[in-house]
């Protein structure tokens, strides 16, 4: 038993917190709905720190990386090409998009012509590279922090990968959680922010017990998701992949209007960064069929 | 990282879990389903704690300095589990290897660790916790139990509540007030219990037999030599118990077992096939297993020598939630089990509503990582 970071994990954290400094602040008033960065997403794929699992740093700093990298404003496709791509092909060319088999007509993260749909259902798991014919432009109605896209077809002919559905959802669901850890800890850390400047009643929101307990409540379901992600990364079990995205996706219906509430009218607004990284956390909940599959499959997995 | 217990680890486990199959009776689970503090299972614990003192189990632990075999926290942390799991055959005993031995250790006087600590090591004691008091839960350091000096005595006045073992317990460590000073006017004295002008009556209770009582002390003769290190330093002696005794009991581990229990009951009969039992049973373990490892990761800065703070009572207040879950998973879907149909899970049931109130209630764990946590700027008092 060993839950420490290790030095060469912190090495990697701390070149990520640098290089992503200049985007650890959000540019006011000028973001939609997502935000999206080309340059921060080369220089991490350039850095090599989306590959470190495949690099044999092992899926548990897969974890550290994605988690850190959700805690910044920026929407970035990590989670996917960190712990999925490995089991399939390094070289697959990213954004990563993950779907069910059946289930391709919700709208698809960072879908764009030139990333990789990759499709897990009972046949197995296959691939394509999608191009603008698959595509349809899901235009201004997202209501989501993620740059999405709709499928319209998929092609009748896709690259077949030798791995089981069953490994690549499991990792999946440690992708999901440890994305949604960092979602959950940027989320509440622009809470503290705002509600520790906010005053009414002459002193900080953030002194009033109902909002203090609840905050608190916040940090025990983020800190729950982070060690459940890390449990999974490191163990590969498919049970405990299933407990962690459950955890995660429970965290986030749980939380998401609280701080949204807190923020009383501002939380309302697109000009309060908040939404960066609530309505993203809105996005993972309908993952892999939401709570109630994750809970299945735990289920399953744990106790058959 | 590594979430797996090494091998010496699982050896470690398993070899309590033997000890505990070769010596507890047969019809254990019935005979201790009242709790750690019945008459019954206190008295067995005499006997029990002895033999895990000759078979080296009762505190392995400790420093080697101390009598033990330095095995550390994780170890620590495997025994807990191992004996809660098992419905704590230590009875009120897990409380002296945890923080009460290494407490006396550290601030005790050579006179009172040749008293105090032969019967720690051989199994033979218990005492009791004199900290709340009827007005003065969650707001300890208001406590107004008064020690005053005379002579070479304190005489104590005052009434304790809720403590723990008390009707059975040889010896109290007792929190008392020997100046206004909030905190630094805190006294520890070691008092026995058999002491005259101490009263102690049971509180009928819905969490076991014999765990909670009144204690009132009446004119309480203590020799100043009774006095655990110095006048008003009682404050800093409770944060030294805690650094060795921050995450209480894991119950997280007792209520996975319980949920594990109350899902092979269910599927004997057939019963575990419904998704809304499935699904409700899968959140149980979510909740239990985030419990877990926010608790070892506190476990993993105790082994790696470094400061804990105020992210235990994140694990603590994860460890209520997990217990409240597994509670409500039993009575929704197993009432029998409260009914006389399961010993272990009506153990759980009467165990777990502890969880949020005892050794820091969940709301003061709530404000603990409102404050220290999320650094929010404090309340107005």
Redesign the interface.
């Known amino acids: 038993?060993?839950?420490?970071?290790?030095e060469d994990?912190r090495q990697i954290l701390d070149a990520i917190d640098s290089l992503a400094k200049p985007y650890a602040a959000v540019p006011l008033h000028d973001t939609g709905f997502a935000l999206v960065s080309d340059a921060l997403d080369a220089e991490l794929a350039e850095n090599g720190f989306l590959d470190v699992m495949a690099m044999e740093l092992?899926a548990?700093t897969a974890v550290l990386v994605v988690e850190r990298l959700a805690r910044l404003p920026f929407a970035l496709e990590a989670a996917a090409t960190a712990l999925v791509r490995p089991l399939l092909d390094p070289e697959l060319p990213r954004p990563l998009c993950l779907i069910e088999e059946g289930s391709w007509r919700a709208p698809l993260r960072f879908l764009k012509p030139g990333a990789t749909v990759v499709v897990v259902g009972d046949g197995g798991v296959r691939s394509f590279t999608a191009g603008a014919e698959h595509i349809r432009n899901a235009g201004d109605e997202v209501l989501f922090a993620y740059p999405m896209a709709y499928l319209t077809v998929l092609p009748s002919e896709m690259r077949s990968h030798d791995v089981s559905a069953d490994v690549v959802r499991a990792a999946w669901r440690v992708g999901l959680a440890a994305e949604a850890a960092g979602l959950l800890a940027g989320a509440?850390a622009s809470t503290?922010t705002y509600?520790?400047e906010r005053k009414q009643f002459g002193?900080?929101l953030?002194?009033?017990?109902a909002l203090?307990?609840r905050?608190?409540?916040a940090?025990?379901?983020t800190?729950?998701?982070y060690?459940?992600a890390?449990?999974a990364a490191?163990?590969g079990d498919a049970g405990?992949a299933?407990?962690?995205a459950?955890?995660a996706q429970?965290a986030a219906k749980r939380v998401t209007y609280d701080f949204h509430q807190f923020l009383g009218a501002m939380g309302m607004t697109l000009e309060h960064p908040l939404h960066l990284w609530t309505y993203r956390l809105k996005a993972l909940t309908s993952e892999l069929g939401g709570?109630?599959e994750?809970?299945?499959a735990?289920?399953?997995a744990?106790?058959g | 990282?590594?979430?797996?217990?090494?091998e010496e680890?699982r050896a470690f486990r398993d070899g309590l879990q033997a000890f505990l199959d070769e010596t507890l009776p047969d019809d254990w689970e019935e005979f201790s389903k009242h709790g750690p503090a019945s008459p019954a299972l206190t008295e067995f614990a005499r006997g029990f704690c002895g033999k895990l003192a000759e078979n080296g189990m009762l505190f392995p632990h400790w420093p080697v300095a101390m009598g033990g075999q330095g095995l550390g926290p994780?170890h620590q942390q495997i025994l807990a589990e191992v004996m809660w799991e098992a419905g704590e055959p230590r009875g009120g005993q897990y409380m002296n290897v945890n923080w009460i031995g290494p407490t006396m250790e550290r601030y005790g006087s050579e006179a009172q660790k040749a008293t105090y600590l032969p019967p720690i090591t051989s199994g033979k004691a218990l005492w009791c916790q004199g900290f709340s008091e009827p007005d003065s839960g969650s707001d300890l350091a208001s406590l107004r139990t008064r020690a005053v000096r005379d002579g070479d005595v304190y005489r104590v006045n005052g009434q304790k509540i809720w403590t723990s073992y008390a009707g059975l317990a040889d010896t109290c460590f007792l929190l008392t007030r020997t100046s206004d000073d909030k905190k630094r006017g805190i006294t520890i004295l070691l008092v026995p219990m058999d002491t005259p002008g101490i009263t102690v009556r049971q509180i009928p209770s819905l969490i076991g037999e014999g765990d909670i009582h009144e204690v009132f002390f009446d004119d309480v003769v203590v020799p100043i030599g009774q006095r655990l290190g110095e006048e008003g330093q009682a404050w800093e002696i409770i944060g030294f118990s805690l650094t060795n005794e921050r995450l209480g009991i894991p119950r997280f581990h007792l209520a996975r077992a319980a949920l594990?229990r109350a899902?092979a009951m269910l599927?004997a009969r057939g019963q575990?096939s419904r998704?809304a039992v499935?699904?409700?049973?899968?959140?149980c373990?979510?909740?239990c297993?985030?419990?877990r490892?926010?608790s070892?990761?506190i476990?993993?800065k105790r082994v790696?020598g470094l400061k804990i703070g105020a992210?235990s009572s994140?694990?603590r207040?994860?460890t209520v939630?997990c217990e409240r879950a597994v509670g409500e998973f039993v009575v929704e879907f197993l009432p029998e089990a409260l009914a006389g149909g399961s010993a272990f899970l009506q153990m759980h049931h009467q165990r777990g509503i502890v969880a949020g109130i005892a050794a820091g209630a969940a709301?003061i764990?709530?404000?603990i990582?409102?404050s220290h946590?999320?650094?929010?700027?404090?309340?107005?008092r």
């Open positions: 038993m060993d839950l420490a970071i290790s994990q092992g548990a509440l503290v509600i520790s002193r900080p953030a002194t009033f017990q203090r307990h905050m608190a409540e940090q025990v379901l800190n729950g998701v060690w459940l890390l449990k490191s163990s405990d299933a407990l962690a459950l955890h429970e709570r109630g994750q809970a299945l735990a289920a399953e744990i106790w | 990282m590594d979430f797996e217990w090494d680890q994780w594990d899902v599927q575990f998704e499935r699904i409700e049973a899968a959140r373990a979510a909740l297993e985030a419990a490892n926010a070892y990761a476990v993993q790696d992210e994140s694990a207040y994860a939630m709301e764990q709530l404000n990582i409102a946590v999320l650094e929010l700027p404090r309340e107005p």
